[in-house]
């Protein structure tokens, strides 16, 4: 079984800045390919970025060269810096572990606007 809380969406300027975090649980999770998705009223979940067991990572068209998805398996935390942010990333942001039957997190709101 594993647990997932995301934190640190909020309001935020374009052009700015944001940092969120995934606190998980579970014994194994250093093994677990982790994934940040997100979802726009109105529009399907999109996968946004993953990060595999050995910190290899890649990222959807939109955000590359803007987010930058890390983990701390110590912590057994999941990271996604989001610089230069635009209208259009607003969604709420989801943390997902890829076991077999897959887990996600409640989600965290990020609202981008002037």
């Known amino acids: 079984q594993v647990q997932l809380v995301e934190s640190g969406g909020g309001l935020v300027q374009p052009g700015g800045s944001l940092r969120l975090s995934c606190a998980a649980s579970g014994t194994i999770f250093s093994i677990y390919v982790m994934d940040w998705y997100r979802q726009a009223p109105g529009k399907q979940r999109e996968l946004v970025a993953t990060?595999?067991?050995?910190?290899?990572?890649s990222y959807s068209d939109s955000v590359k060269g803007r987010f930058t998805i890390s983990r701390d398996n110590a912590k057994k935390m999941i990271y996604l810096q989001m610089n230069r942010l635009k209208a259009e990333d607003t969604a709420v942001y989801y943390c997902?572990?890829?076991?077999?039957?897959?887990?996600w997190g409640q989600g965290t709101q990020v609202t981008v606007s002037s």
């Open positions: 997902h572990a890829r076991t077999v039957s897959g887990f």
């Open positions: 990060i595999t067991s050995g910190g290899s990572t």
